[in-house]
């Protein structure tokens, strides 16, 4: 039972323009959410993220916001970048950090 | 940063032998450690949570005699799929925790063929 879902499994985007992926959670308990990029034959790397006491955390060009009520977290990449081009993993932790769900990833391409 | 490796990082092995994947933090210590599974397309699926010095503890639906953990020390933990099939090619990505739980660092994976 996936409790952590991204719908959309690919995003094309302009270079320049704003990258939106989206994130939605069933497991109420999750209180830690994180965005991981992931190359293709390596580990995911770690980007940004949120505890569930806030609802916006921005670094750089990354701004992930969480919208508790609707169960809904959403990463924004601006401007979006030819090297943003990787999948993208949603991830949520209940409390103490640990063990993490991963959603199904939505693969980002950045175009010129 | 911290440095997870996975060593192999690709293995081809044929249908009934083990194999054994080693995941090391270099430059940290792990008391907990986590092993995820990812098929093509797919997320990654946590499969295991590996504690230094006491036993693993298994995701529902993970046997754990086929998928052996063992964390002996605070900077490795082994996976070995045992008596492989097919249908366990995977890609297999560990994950290491800081001690004082504030990090988790992933490894870049291993890519296991069964033929």
């Known amino acids: 039972d996936q409790q952590v879902k991204q719908n959309s499994p690919s995003l094309s985007v302009q270079e320049g323009r704003i990258s939106i992926l989206n994130c939605d959670y069933t497991?109420?308990?999750?209180?830690?959410f994180l965005w991981y990029k992931k190359y293709p034959a390596e580990g995911p790397t770690f980007l940004i993220s949120?505890?569930?006491?806030?609802d916006k955390n921005e670094d750089g060009r990354f701004t992930v916001f969480l919208n508790k009520s609707a169960k809904h977290l959403s990463l924004h990449i601006v401007p979006s970048q030819p090297g943003d081009s990787a999948v993208y993993f949603c991830a949520a932790s209940g409390r103490g950090w640990g063990k993490l769900q991963f959603g199904a990833g939505t693969q980002v391409v950045v175009t010129p | 940063g911290a440095v997870v490796s996975q060593h192999p990082s690709r293995v081809i092995c044929k249908s009934g032998t083990s194999v054994k994947i080693e995941c090391r933090s270099l430059?940290?210590?792990?008391?907990?450690m986590f092993w995820y599974r990812q098929f093509p397309k797919q997320s990654l699926m946590l499969m295991a949570t590996s504690n230094e010095g006491s036993k693993a503890t298994y995701e529902q639906g993970v046997e754990k005699d086929k998928f052996l953990i063992n964390h002996a020390s605070l900077t490795l933990s082994t996976l070995t799929v045992t008596s492989a099939h097919p249908e366990d090619s995977s890609f297999y990505i560990c994950s290491a925790q800081t001690t004082d739980g504030d990090e988790q660092y992933f490894g870049p994976g291993t890519r296991l063929t069964v033929t």
């Open positions: 497991n109420s308990m999750f209180d830690y």
């Open positions: 430059d940290f210590q792990a008391t907990t």
């Open positions: 949120i505890s569930s006491i806030k």
